[in-house]
Structure formats: C-alpha cells, structure tokens
C-alpha cells in the first residue's frame, strides 16, 4: 500500500510540491528519518532511499528491513485516541500539583512510579530509592512510553523549573496519570542514593570472582551482534520493564549513553536498595572495555 500510494500518487506531483513530514529525526516511526521540517517532491525524488527506482518486492524489502521495534505505547494511544479524552492543558491543570517528601512516599507505597527527569550525571550522584531515571535531555517520552506503565500513577522528581515540561511529554503520549511532582526536587528529600559506576577492570576483575554479578548487554540487537562481551546476559533496554532480580552491571554503547543510566535503575524499581541488592553501569560502556584491552566476541547469551 505504502508502496502505492508513494508511486501512483506522491510521485505523480510536480517537483515544487512541498513535502512537510510529520515525523522527524529520532522517531520511533520509521528509519534513517531526516532531521529537516520541510522538504519538497523533486528534493526527496534525489535524497530518499525508498524513492529510488526499484521493483515492489525490492522496496517492501527494503522498508521493513530493521524497523525499529514499536513501543508499547503505540497501541495504547492508538485506544486512546479512539475515545473522548482531557486536553492537554486540562490535564497539566490537574497533575501540576507539588507535593511533599511525605505525599511522594505515600504515593509510592501505593503504587506510583518514580520518575526521576533529571540528566543522568546528576541522578547517578543522588536520587531516591526505587526512582527510574529517564532525562529530558533524550529520547525522553519514547522511553517513558516504553519503560513506565500507563495504567499506574506516576510521581515526578525534577530540577525545579521542569516539572512542566516533564509532565507535559508525557501528556502528548497520553500518559496523564501524574500524581503530582516533588516540592523542591531531589533537595527536598532525605534518603537518596547513588549509581556505582565500575571501570572495565574493575568489572572484569568481579565478573572473574567467586560471587560474579549479572551482567546485562542492553543493547540493540544489531549492536550485540556487532561485538559482545563473554558471559553477559543480552537483554534490550526495551525488555527491561519486566525487572531484573539480581545484582546486575549494565553495559551500553558508552558512558554517555542514557540507556545507561536508565536501565541499572529499573531493578532497584523492582527491589529496593535496603533488599541488599543493588546495580551499577560500565563507566565508559563496551567502548572502554574495548579501549581497556579486555577481550570481545560476536555473541553473548541472549534472551
């Protein structure tokens, strides 16, 4: 269909036609998207890969090859926007809501889902138990929709300021269950804890010990193919809502990452720190284990 539609309609158009996407860069909804808002016919007939000449067979084969997995949330806004609902602004007037440190943990103990916003540097130095750490400075409602649950209430944690903007990215993917955010950001609570961040030898050094951790790969999985590191555990970040019982080490592509620093959160959401379980990230990811010397392979134990 798409296939049609491109050739018997789009390109039937002159070349001045403009062209004004509504998906961009980064989007979880197609692949090797462009970053430019606006474009014209005759420009994408030179620059678009799925508009080169090709048979039917050659361009669906070409389109559905490594799509990006569609986030659960995909079909739940699809119900949603099926159904008569609050505006935006209506449900930003009822979820802008401070609470205090006490109302955080009431809400928590009855089922909220703590949302750290903040950029992961600042959430590895301090944050508070049980919280998952997804910043605003990335892929931040992709991951929202895919990590937290739409059907539970959700508190968030974030630098003054950004309480707004946190709740409203999450309004636009129609998770509008937000209890309310903490007064005052992390400065107003009281029992915080921070993210382990081991360096490759370190890690190495554990994983090679009597009592070794689990260690996560979550990353893609063209990535772990690529290079993995022996006796690691391959499991997506998008799989990682199910929770993970274990002393765990995750590793992704760098230190830079925010998959990260979001994913050793999710077990410490699943149990909490005072279990005597706790979780930590390869600072520097597979690239300074690289750097480091420390031996590769093709694959890894997957899941």
């Known amino acids: 269909m798409l296939y049609a539609s491109i050739h018997d309609k789009l390109l039937t158009l002159p070349d001045a036609t403009q062209v004004v996407p509504a998906h961009g860069a980064g989007s979880l909804c197609g692949k090797a998207i462009s970053k430019e808002t606006v474009s014209t016919i005759g420009a994408q007939r030179v620059l678009n890969y799925a508009l080169q000449p090709m048979s039917k067979q050659a361009f669906i084969e070409l389109v559905t090859a490594d799509q990006p997995d569609a986030p659960p949330y995909f079909t739940y806004d699809a119900v949603l926007n099926s159904r008569k609902r609050p505006t935006l602004d209506q449900a930003l007037a009822r979820e802008l809501k401070p609470l205090t440190i006490d ?147 995750a590793i992704a592509r760098s230190w830079s990452s925010a998959r990260a620093a979001i994913a050793p959160r999710l077990p410490r959401a699943c149990f909490s720190e005072r279990d005597g379980r706790t979780s930590a990230r390869l600072a520097g990811g597979i690239a300074a284990w690289e750097a480091a010397g420390l031996p590769l392979s093709g694959s890894g134990q997957s899941r």
Do not use: C
């Open 103 to 249: 109302d955080v943990r009431a809400a928590v103990a009855s089922g909220a889902q703590l949302l750290d916003t903040r950029d992961p540097v600042e959430f590895a130095a301090a944050h508070m138990a049980g919280s998952i750490n997804i910043g605003l400075g990335g892929q931040y409602a992709t991951w929202a929709g895919t990590l937290l649950d739409p059907s539970r209430p959700i508190v968030i944690v974030a630098d003054p300021g950004a309480e707004t903007q946190s709740a409203m990215r999450l309004g636009r993917i129609g998770f509008d269950r937000v209890e309310g955010f903490l007064e005052g950001g992390l400065a107003a609570a009281t029992d915080v804890v921070t993210t382990d961040r081991l360096s490759p030898h370190t890690a190495a050094e554990r994983m090679a010990g009597p009592n070794p951790p689990l260690v996560i790969d979550i990353r893609t999985p063209g990535e772990h193919a690529g290079k993995s590191i022996d006796g690691t555990m391959h499991l997506p970040l998008s799989g990682f809502a199910s929770g993970v019982r274990a002393t765990s080490i």
